[in-house]
């Protein structure tokens, strides 16, 4: 597989991150290496049905009950932007939309 | 250099419960060597005078008042700075969090302070903890205390030369594919990646959740057991965290009839002819002190790296989907919310954390998810089968931890599968949820630290230490860097 700046640019608008041309350009390179080496993978010889590893231990769970947490003004005094009550955020909805 | 900062934990915390020191004092020495030396090293991102010292007159007071704050008191304990410290910049190196500070302490924060520890500073790491040199920092690289030149490892780099060099007795890291035991080897420390569910990865700011683990640095064995001690257990808040007993971490004895396997993977293309000869020579004390010292074989184990590279950028790409600018740290300009999202990604996050979150997002996308993610999670589940199938034969696993002593600043820093490719004797444990621990076993030629890494089955803990108890005194005894120049 191999990955191109254009691939690149896709990846990044699917994990919504800026990525400038140029950068994109560079990533592409790295990632293509990277991705290179992992691909290895392919040449494990694996049994039919092979289990997958998600996690080590017990399935948990615990009761639906309330317990302690964080007071609301706690949790806001990190935000870049809120009103006392909550969180602010650019326009989500446009009005020709609504 | 202050007799204080020569001490370790466990002396420190009995000279303070004895009265023979204060934890001020403690803390006062601690302080003037970490300011002087910090400025060389960069050990340290954040550490507050005011704050080492209210909390150390806080454990003088209850020593007075006749209690007893622990079995960690008043020792300064250094912390990595992707664990919450409640009220504390807690920045994981990133400029995206640089304005956070947390609203709660982690879970291991919170035994620290039941165990009478003073917090002592946040280290720096690479962004995210993503990295083996802390070259990846915001805020610029660690360097080794024994040469300036060189790193301190990566990612708990800070946490590593901290305790090097003298400006802590103790360090928390995390290790995710072995940033704790690598710095630990290159700074010629003691550093232990606990069994996967050992401790509460509660607080801890979240890289790959399936390979995380916090552990201790310390220049002694006794004193990653006092410290790994203080913060194991179950707690409730952490899905992962295991409610097994925890191992008996103070068990002593020698290492006669123990079956030590030596993985022949681990001694292939790319390890260096010194630290070959270091690890060798290590084995050979062993088996001359009565350890049945034998070839092993974990065949999966080369595709470690690579198996590595898709789980941990997979589970990054979705821990770090949180960082958008709403809740905390920066924001970005946008017209809409996702411009807003996009740009504050793309200024706050740095270029190795974005190769990583696109990488993992590649590898979970519709398309490629089975060939990427999905297989790696299955040669994974056959890695974990093959080690379980190795411990069988054998009670522990010996090998060096780095395929290299400290390598110079910027040697790798323009070649990321090269930095990865360093990590290539530690991964696996993550992979298959298993202890190691790295403690110094010689050096190069040039001076360096060489690491040897024990490496024992799931919960193997009290062998584990009772096996690197017993080799740290067959080998050299810690030996100081030489002071700063200054």
Redesign the interface.
């Known amino acids: ?1 191999a ?1 191109d700046p254009a ?2 640019l896709r ?2 608008r ?7 041309p140029d ?1 994109a350009r560079r ?1 592409a390179k ?2 293509d ?3 290179g ?6 040449s ?1 010889k ?1 049994p039919e049905g ?8 017990r399935d ?1 769970h ?1 009761p639906d009950e309330p317990g302690p947490c ?1 007071p609301r003004e ?2 806001l ?5 809120q009103d006392g009550d909550f ?1 602010l ?4 909805v446009d009005k020709e939309e609504s | 250099m202050s007799g204080l900062c020569q001490e370790g934990a466990a002396a420190l915390a009995a000279a303070v419960r004895g009265r023979e020191a204060s934890a001020v004092e403690v803390a006062d020495a601690h302080l003037e060597r970490a300011l002087r030396w910090n400025d060389d090293v960069e050990a340290f991102l954040h550490l507050e005078p005011e704050d080492v010292r209210r909390q150390a007159r806080e454990i003088d007071r209850r020593i007075a008042a006749g209690e007893d704050p622990g079995p960690l008191a008043g020792v300064p304990v250094a912390i990595k700075d992707n664990l919450c410290v409640r009220g504390q910049p807690t920045t994981c190196a990133s400029r995206i969090l640089e ?3 947390p ?2 302490d982690a879970h291991v924060v919170e035994r620290l302070r039941a165990a009478g520890a003073v917090l002592f500073g946040k280290t720096n790491l690479d962004e995210f903890a993503m990295g083996s040199s802390t070259e990846n920092s915001a805020f610029g690289p660690t360097r080794n205390p024994f040469d300036l030149a060189r790193t301190a490892g990566g990612s708990s780099g800070g946490s590593a030369a901290a305790v090097a060099a003298g400006l802590a007795p103790l360090a928390l890291g995390s290790d995710t594919g072995g940033s704790i035991r690598q710095p630990a080897a290159l700074c010629g420390v003691v550093g232990m990646k606990p069994t ?2 050992l401790v509460s990865r509660y607080g801890l700011i979240a890289f790959a959740s ?1 390979l995380d683990q916090i552990g201790p640095f310390a220049r002694t064995v006794d004193d990653a057991a006092l410290l790994l001690g203080a913060i194991a257990g179950h707690d ?1 808040r952490d ?2 965290s ?1 409610a097994e007993p925890v191992p008996d971490l103070r068990q002593r004895g020698d290492v006669k009839g123990l079956r030590i396997g030596v993985p022949r993977e681990c001694f292939g293309e790319g390890l260096s002819g010194d630290v070959r000869a270091a690890v060798d020579a290590a084995l050979r004390r062993l088996k001359d002190a009565g350890a049945r010292i034998e070839e092993v074989s974990l065949p ?1 184990s080369v ?1 470690g ?3 590595y ?2 789980v941990a950028p997979s589970e990054a ?1 979705s821990n770090l ?1 949180r960082y ?9 300009e ?10 504050t ?3 706050g ?1 740095g270029a190795e954390v ?2 990583r ?3 993992g ?2 590898a979970l ?1 519709s398309g ?1 998810y089975e ?2 993610y ?9 890695m ?1 089968h093959e080690m379980e199938d190795c411990f069988r034969k054998v009670d522990l696993l010996a090998s060096p931890t780095t395929p290299t002593a400290a390598f110079a600043l910027g040697e790798k820093a323009s070649d ?2 090269a930095m ?1 490719l360093s990590d290539v004797l530690t991964v696996t444990a993550n992979l298959c ?1 298993v202890p190691a621990l790295s403690l110094s076993c010689g050096r190069t030629a040039e001076g360096l630290p060489v690491g040897l890494q024990l490496t024992a089955r ?1 919960f193997g803990e009290a062998t584990l230490f009772r096996a690197a108890r017993a080799a740290e005194a067959l080998l050299p005894a810690y030996a100081w860097p030489p002071e700063p120049p200054r």
Not at chain 2, 324 to 332: A, C, E, S
Request: hydrophobic residues 45%; positive net charge; aromatic residues 12%.
């Open positions: 597989m990955i691939e690149v990846i990044a699917l994990a919504r991150l800026t990525v400038h950068e990533l790295d990632l290496r990277i991705v080496h992992i691909d290895s993978l392919r494990v694996l092979a289990e997958a590893l998600t996690y080590f231990g948990v615990r964080l706690d949790a005094r990190n935000a870049p932007m969180f955020v650019p326009k989500i | 304005p956070f500070h609203p709660y996967y569910g399936s409730p899905a992962t295991s999966l595709h790296i690579a198996v590279y898709i790409s989907a958008d600018g709403v809740r905390y740290g920066l924001r970005g946008g017209r809409s919310v996702e411009e807003m999202f996009s740009e990604r793309g200024e996050f974005k190769r979150i696109l990488l997002t590649f996308s490629y060939a990427y999905g297989r790696a999670q299955k040669v994974r589940a056959a974990r990321p599968l990865y949820g799931r």
